[in-house]
């Protein structure tokens, strides 16, 4: 039988994407519109593709 040698540990990686969710209502006076934007951070612990948290770090909304 062969013998399979072992393989040296994996270092784990961490990667942080932020990103913008745009929601576009229809406000409560005819002709006004809504806006709100979301900001998200997003870590991902890269070893085994888990992901580890999503924070919302603030919204803004306003009217158009």
């Known amino acids: ?3 399979i040698s072992s393989i040296h540990s994996v270092i784990p990686t961490t ?3 932020r990103d913008v969710v745009t ?3 229809q406000g409560d006076v005819p002709g006004e519109t809504k806006v709100v934007s979301t900001f998200y951070n997003v870590t991902i ?3 085994m593709g888990r992901l580890q948290t999503v924070t919302n ?3 803004i909304d306003y009217l158009i």
Do not use: G, L
């Open 1 to 3: 039988m062969t013998e």
């Open 15 to 17: 990667h942080t994407i």
């Open 23 to 25: 929601k576009v209502y």
């Open 45 to 47: 612990y890269d070893y």
């Open 57 to 59: 770090s603030h919204v």
